[in-house]
T-cell receptor, first 111, second 113 residues
Framework: SQQGEEDPQALSIQEGENATMNCSYKTSINNLQWYRQNSGRGLVHLILIRSNEREKHSGRLRVTLDTSKKSSSLLITASRAADTASYFCATDYTGGFKTIFGAGTRLFVKA | NAGVTQTPKFQVLKTGQSMTLQCAQDMNHNSMYWYRQDPGMGLRLIYYSASEGTTDKGEVPNGYNVSRLNKREFSLRLESAAPSQTSVYFC????????????FGSGTQLSVL
């Protein structure tokens, strides 16, 4: 399988704390994306980082990409209860025409 | 602006029955996808259509067929449903040849008894 793998599988933090999720993948990629899924809903795109980028910011989100280690991290700063959701990394593999998703990290932010 | 619309939202089938899941997007996207989501396994790609008139297999195509009816619509058919096909099905689309930023429908929860 070309699936990425997220770590940890589940994360529980207090409101105001930072949440860090990691993703590893297997082969060369064009880009890596992070998505959020609220319970019972479809996935929503959060941020995309290209293979030639190392870090990207969007609001309270910070994504890093290390292509030498084939890994990425998503940092959510000053978390809120509304950030409670599952977070998925997705990779677009070089030469492919498919976006492959990992199994996700379930984040629970306690108020 | 509806985005990606899937129907039905819920469906219960008996083993051996057939059904078609419908998906339509109003964003003029070229590429469309069908994924299934099972607990603890994330999303797995069933079939995709890179452009109108083309379809290709994903990771788990067995037991499914698809039709790219036109640029807007991409349907998924289960010819003879099996309990292993109990899952949540998501349709997605994107307007880029590099598959950036997928837009997802709200999903179809399917149970096969």
């Amino acid at each position: 399988s070309q699936q990425g793998e997220e770590d940890p599988q589940a994360l529980s933090i207090q409101e105001g704390e930072n949440a860090t999720m990691n993703c590893s993948y297997k082969t060369s990629i064009n880009n890596l994306q992070w998505y959020r899924q609220n319970s019972g809903r479809g996935l929503v795109h959060l941020i995309l980082i290209r293979s030639n980028e190392r870090e990207k910011h969007s609001g309270r989100l910070r994504v890093t990409l290390d292509t030498s280690k084939k890994s990425s991290s998503l940092l959510i700063t000053a978390s809120r209860a509304a950030d409670t959701a599952s977070y998925f990394c997705a990779t677009d593999y070089t030469g492919g025409f498919k976006t492959i998703f990992g199994a996700g990290t379930r984040l629970f932010v306690k108020a | 602006n509806a985005g990606v619309t899937q129907t039905p939202k819920f469906q219960v089938l008996k083993t051996g029955q057939s059904m078609t899941l419908q998906c339509a997007q109003d964003m003029n996207h070229n590429s469309m996808y069908w994924y299934r989501q099972d607990p603890g396994m994330g999303l797995r790609l069933i079939y995709y259509s890179a452009s109108e008139g083309t379809t290709d297999k994903g990771e788990v195509p067995n037991g499914y067929n698809v039709s790219r009816l036109n640029k807007r619509e991409f349907s998924l058919r289960l010819e003879s449903a099996a309990p292993s096909q109990t899952s949540v099905y998501f349709c997605a689309s994107t307007d880029s040849a590099t598959n950036e930023k997928l837009f997802f429908g709200s999903g179809t929860q399917l149970s096969v008894l």
